[in-house]
């Protein structure tokens, strides 16, 4: 059974920082991309990064880049999300996510295995 389980998610003032990992098991995900998505309150779920297969493309939404970086480990099955300079408006559970295929990539229907999400909390 394909397992994601997000965390390092908080409470952070604005400019902070926070590192959120997600680890996946049940499978080898060294083949595929991965992403991360948020949904804030009253919000649809958004695009945030992904990252090919190898981790040698990224890819990310206008509002996080320069701010939010991705990587991932492969022997360890595990995605990073790398977050600085918060702010109020990236206030939002954060939801890692198995692509379907090696590249990078921005739609949902693009992936198919997500995790239960990580809230972060950005005060101003």
């Known amino acids: 059974q394909v397992q994601l389980v997000e965390s390092g998610g908080g409470l952070v003032q604005a400019g902070g920082s926070l590192r959120l990992s997600c680890a996946a098991s049940?499978?080898?995900?060294?083949?595929?991309?991965m992403g991360w998505f948020r949904q804030a309150p009253g919000k649809e779920r958004e695009f945030v990064a992904a990252i090919s297969w190898s981790g040698a493309n990224t890819y990310y939404a206008e509002s996080v880049k320069g701010r939010f970086t991705i990587s991932r480990d492969n022997a360890k099955n595990t995605v990073y999300l790398q977050m600085s300079s918060l702010k109020p408006e990236d206030t939002a559970v954060y939801y890692c996510?198995?692509?379907?295929?090696?590249?990078?990539?921005?739609?949902?229907?693009?992936?198919?295995?997500w995790g239960q999400g990580t809230q972060v909390t950005v005060s101003s």
């Open positions: 049940g499978r080898t995900f060294s083949s595929y991309a």
């Open positions: 996510n198995v692509g379907r295929g090696r590249s990078t990539a921005s739609m949902q229907y693009e992936y198919d295995y």
